[in-house]
């Protein structure tokens, strides 16, 4: 049987590359020239074995299609053509213009089959160059790198007609797919300049700051010592010995309770106290101290130790007939509170310094008594404290030796304290034996050192007894000098025994120019005039007040005027040659102190019951006080004392609830009387008392014709203010 | 003669019985911390009579949990030494009759 190839209706194109002219369709063939195909190709076929016809012999499969030799000699013409055979051919689209479905007239005939998205690029074009050169050095071929990049098959023929959808789903796919994994060596990868983006992103870096601290170290310390077996046996020996020392002293205890014990123990607790305690009581730190109390004091009363020094008044300028007192510094004392202040007295060496102290004008309430001595630097606290049994009623400092001060008590004492002492005791005191009063006394006053150079003061009580005490080598002696008889009352009997009624002096004062001279103010009022030498006799009286006297003062500069006080609420100015006064100011209560400044003639100030403060310049006017102030802070605190200050404008005034307050005289207070240009400027105590008479002149002249023969009808003309002459 | 040494003998025993508590030759610390820091040394010598370094290192550990970060320990029987301490922190004490222990803190 004639063989077939398995070949069946291939295409008989005319093949295109002449390769095997020669060949022939072995359908063309004659049957039986299969084999003289073989013979022929035996030459080329150098390989083939050798077969035998029938090993040869091509088997026809059992499905082939059997046809006649009619049929299989039949030629069948092939034409090849562009049509894709798989395309349709009547794709229809609908038309926006025609609004109708209109067949597409071409339709496209591209098979996509295989697509492959290659990145290389020809290395000698104008991308590839540029590539290179961008990314430097040598460019070197190397075939892993592209054998691992990912190779994409797409084959979308099957799906897809147009190219656009095409496209797409090329893109699609080409972004869905991984980036050739970059295994950089020495070259960096070409990178398509299409299809290849590179993302990169830089995040926000927070600036940084550098902190640095340095703590400080903890409190260090060292410690050093040798341990040996020696010293350890010491140290338990040593322990063991205190031990047993203290079972002793616990025994001891338990037995005798000693009170010297507990003092011993008090002050052992005391030294073992702080440092601090024992270093603050040693004099060494009592001056530092002290300065820092006053420091400390200048602190908390800034303002006013400002105002004292600097603050004037600025309205005085508008008003030339007034002044006002600006309230300073308060000083107040616990254990004052409810005594009066008794008596007040600046210290003749230290302007700062002030005494005052404290007793209890109630006959029936009579307690214990205070000196207490302040300074204006230190206005919480006083310098020193004096206790004593009772009520303090006057004092005074020495005018040479500053430290020492006398004073008189409720109880008819007298007493020295020299204050540099650091006892609290009096120096000396005068007792029963010694002629202590019988009565308050009521003022003392140093004198100038007698004769033999002792120490001598005068002290005035109600007893009728003005003494002089001496302190001769260190006791007290007294000696009256004057007693206040009362006159005879005309009244008496003439068969009783005429007994000599003392009166109750109350105030004293010597004059400054005259020192054997002084007056004394009594109870019933009168004012005595009297002298050193004459015991028994008064130089002269005055029917002063109608009711007690309660201070007598001459004046600073001019030797022949004095002013008094008196609870019958005036205040008198006299002359010591005239029985009657010169000026009477009724104050409106009763008058409880009345003071001469000390830097004019003509300024005088006055403190009374209702607490209010009365200061007069005769200067300006003549007849009403320049000011009128209250300057207790509770109402119905009396005002028992007043004192100036012999260098600045203060006025001290103590009150009956135990305080003393500071006050500052304004400007038109402290006036000098104004100089006329030419006229010679005499400063100094002449000149004052120059001025003083004057304003005397002034209202004597029109008088003196008169006033011996009709006195008090001028009186009454001259003092419009008296109440009742 | 052998009375007497005997009777020096128990009177040495005795002394070295007496002289076994916790004495504290000085110390800077509060009232507490010192009480407890004793109570540890005493404990801590005890329990290891025959090692001073555990005994120390146990003080030293101990004392590190309880009172904060470095404390240091010395437990011996003769020794000098010169230390700085943190102010607040030194405890030297003897125990035994033969020990000495000094703790003290530095950081």
Partial sequence: MPTRGGLEKKPTQAVVN????????????????????????????????????????????????????????????????????????????????????KPIPHIDQLAIHFQLDGNLILRDSDEGRRQIARDGGEYSIDDDEEEEEDIQTTVTATEIDEDAAAKE????????????????????????????????????????????????????????????????????????????????????????????????????????????????????????????????????????????KYWEDAADEYREQEGSLLPLWNFQYDLTKKLSCTHLTWNSQYSDMFAVAFGSYDFLKQAHGIILIFSLKNPSFPEYIYQTESGVMCLDFHHTHSNLLCCGF???????????????????????????????????????????????????????????????????????????????PVEEPEEAVPLTTLGCGTCFDFNKQQDYLFIVGTEEGKIHKCSKSYNNQFLDTFDAHHMAVYAVRWNCFHPKIFISCSADWTVKIWDINYKIPLFVYDLGSAVGD????????????????????????????????????????????????????????????????????????SPNLRKKPKVKKGQDINEGPEAESVKLDKILALIRDPDDAKSKAVPSQQQIGTTPLSATS | MATDAADGETQQKEETKRHTYPLIRTSDMNEEVKTECMELCVTACEKFSQNNENAARMIKETMDKKFGPTWQCIVGEGYGFFIEHQVKSLLYMFFGGTTAIIVWKCA
């Fill in chain 1, 594 to 665: 009345v003071a001469w400044a000390p830097y004019s003639s003509t300024v005088f100030a006055a403190c009374t019951a209702d607490g209010k403060i009365f200061v007069f310049d005769l200067n300006v006017n003549k007849y009403e006080a320049l000011t009128e102030q209250i300057v207790v802070q509770k109402k119905r605190t009396k005002l028992t004392h007043i004192a100036f200050n012999q260098k600045h404008p203060v006025l001290l005034a103590g009150d009956d609830r135990g305080n003393v307050t500071s006050l500052k005289l």
């Fill in chain 1, 18 to 101: 002449g390769s095997v002219p020669a060949q022939r369709r072995t359908s063309q063939l004659p049957r039986n020239s299969i084999m003289g195909n073989f013979r022929d190709d035996e030459q080329d076929f150098g390989n083939m074995p050798e077969l035998s016809d029938e090993a040869l012999r091509p088997i026809r499969p059992d499905d082939q299609l059997k046809l006649t030799e009619a049929e299989l000699n039949e030629e069948h013409t092939r034409i090849l053509t562009t049509r894709n055979p798989q395309a349709a051919e009547n794709i229809v689209r609908y038309s926006y213009k025609d609004r109708m479905y």
């Fill in chain 1, 410 to 488: 409720y109880d008819g004492s007298v007493a020295v304290y020299n204050v540099a002492d650091d006892t609290k005791r009096p120096k000396y005191q005068s007792s029963a034996r010694n002629g202590k009063h019988t009565d308050p006394v009521w003022q003392v006053r140093w004198q100038k050192d007698d004769l033999d150079a002792n120490f001598n003061f005068y002290s005035v009580s109600s007893d009728g007894r003005v003494v002089c005490w001496t302190i001769v080598k260190s006791d007290l002696m007294y000696h009256d000098i004057v007693q206040l008889k009362l006159e005879q």
């Fill in chain 1, 169 to 308: 789903g090329d893109e699609d796919e080409e972004e869905k797919s991984q980036k050739p994994s970059a295994t950089v060596s020495r070259t960096k990868k070409l990178t398509n300049q299409f299809n290849f983006s590179e993302r990169a992103s830089q995040t926000y870096n927070n600036p940084c700051r550098d902190r640095e601290t340095f703590v400080e170290q903890t409190p260090r310390a060292t410690f050093s010592d040798n341990v040996s077996q020696w010293a350890i046996f010491d140290a338990y020996n040593e322990d063991y010995d205190l031990q047993q020392k203290a079972k002793e002293k616990e025994q001891k205890k338990t037995l005798t309770k000693k009170d010297e014990e507990k003092k011993k123990k008090f002050v052992a607790v005391d030294l073992s106290g702080d440092d601090m305690a024992k270093y603050a009581r040693s004099k060494a730190a009592s001056v530092s101290l002290k300065i820092i109390e006053r420091m400390i004091n200048q602190n908390t009363f800034d303002e006013i130790a400002q105002d004292f």
